[in-house]
């Protein structure tokens, strides 16, 4: 049996239709399959790969560490300096506020980590949360996400829970005494990139500081330099209580982090003691990518570079049946006329070398969020394959 025929019978699959290339290695910005072809990658894993695929400070910190140890013991017992440093790395670059980190294995495990530490903290149980949003795939990250079709067949969810659209007046009203915590994606992704207001996001900051609320950042798809500044919030000014961190936070491993302050953290400790418990979270192998990967990004001020690429991208994406391209820094969706069409152009755009993909509440919308390590001719290739494409799929829909 070939690898994809396994793959198609004794892997779960979630689509009807995989892309289903069998990938051979990876590297910089791009993916080479096993039939020999070389992908330009447009994607980066869904905004995993900000330092591109592969770096070589962290393949050798995974090298390093797999030489010391592997697991020892779950999470918060052990001493283990690749969570320490890591942490006191990420901290350093964060506010004052900000200096207390639970690492978990994934994204979704943060959110579930973020909305219990609210929870247990305030002693409250109502959340706020926006419409179209994103926060993970688990029960608790479920219930907070922003679309009826996805969460309707998990049914019941988390009780107590209120969706808002994003950037309302109203979903700031919705927040009172009885609000644990408020959970919205800095800078959401998946609805198709929406950027927020300043001075939305400063109110809410505000009624949630008034009412006791804990404001939850989920920054896992738009932090680490995705937006052009190291974090979403920077853009605003505006700080959480807790901030949510996954995906490029682990330099290509499997990494998730929630932080606070370090005495809303102490509510995990007592009544219950063990308030959040993980055995793998914070792996000491995707902590030391992790750290890598964010030295590469600060010390080769790989951030610095993207406001400039996403407006390349913006400029040169120009066509017809382009309705708009929305985005910040190196998130950008580009928006044509239905799903239909643009799961055509993604299908030639994988013929000609580049592969790209959809917005989970967008699907309207080619997703294009690179590694931020992608040239300024990477970008022109990228976006004449793009508009040779809609033109190609507009003859052929004609
Ligand atoms: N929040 C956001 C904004 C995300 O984009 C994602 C993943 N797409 C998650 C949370 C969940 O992360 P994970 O898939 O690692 O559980």
Redesign the pocket.
């Given at each position: 049996m070939t690898n994809r025929q396994l793959f198609l019978q004794h892997q779960a699959q979630t689509s009807p239709a995989p892309v289903g290339v069998e990938i051979s290695s990876a590297s910089g910005n791009y993916l080479y399959d096993t039939d020999g072809h070389k992908y330009l990658d447009l994607i980066g894993g869904?905004?995993v790969c900000n330092i591109g695929h592969r770096h070589p400070a962290v393949v050798n910190a995974i090298k390093q560490q797999a030489d010391q140890y592997l697991h020892v013991m779950v999470y918060g017992e052990l001493v283990q300096s690749p969570q320490a440093q890591y942490a006191r790395l990420l901290t350093s670059y964060l506010p004052d506020s900000l200096n207390c980190v639970y690492f978990t294995n994934?994204?979704?495990?943060?959110?579930e980590g973020a909305l219990k530490l609210a929870r247990r903290v305030t002693g409250r149980s109502e959340i706020i949360c926006c419409n179209n949003s994103?926060?993970?795939?688990?029960m608790g990250?479920l219930s907070v996400m922003g679309d009826e079709y996805w969460r309707n067949a998990f049914r019941p969810l988390l009780p107590g829970v209120w969706h808002h659209r994003y950037n309302s007046p109203g979903l700031i009203e919705a927040v009172n005494t009885n609000t644990a915590c408020v959970i919205i994606?800095t800078i959401q992704?998946?609805a198709g990139v929406l950027v927020p207001d300043a001075a939305w996001l400063q109110q809410l900051r505000d009624r949630c500081t008034a009412t006791g609320t804990l404001l939850i950042f989920?920054e896992?798809?738009?932090g680490f330099g995705r937006t052009g500044t190291l974090w979403g919030f920077e853009h605003y000014n505006v700080v959480p209580d807790i901030l949510?961190l996954?995906?490029a936070l682990g330099g290509g491993m499997?990494l998730?982090a929630f932080i606070a302050s370090h005495g809303l953290m102490q509510a995990l400790t007592a009544n219950p003691v063990l308030g959040h418990i993980t055995t793998f979270g914070g792996h000491p192998v995707c902590c030391a990518a992790g750290m890598a990967g964010m030295q590469v990004l600060l010390t080769e001020k790989i951030t610095e570079t993207v406001t400039e690429k996403g407006l390349l991208f913006i400029s040169q994406l120009q066509h017809s049946r382009i309705k708009a391209v929305r985005g910040i820094g190196l998130l950008i969706a580009v928006e044509l006329d239905s799903q239909a069409q643009v799961m055509a152009v993604l299908q030639e755009c994988l013929k000609a070398g580049l592969f790209s993909d959809w917005f989970l509440f967008a699907p309207e919308c080619i997703r294009i969020a690179p590694p931020l390590t992608i040239t300024a001719e990477e970008i022109a290739h990228a976006c004449n394959i793009l508009t040779t494409c809609i033109e190609k799929c507009e003859v052929s829909n004609t």
């Open positions: 869904i905004s994934s994204g979704s495990e943060a959110t994103y926060h993970g795939s688990t990250a994606e992704a998946e989920d896992i798809q738009c949510l996954g995906k499997p998730g």
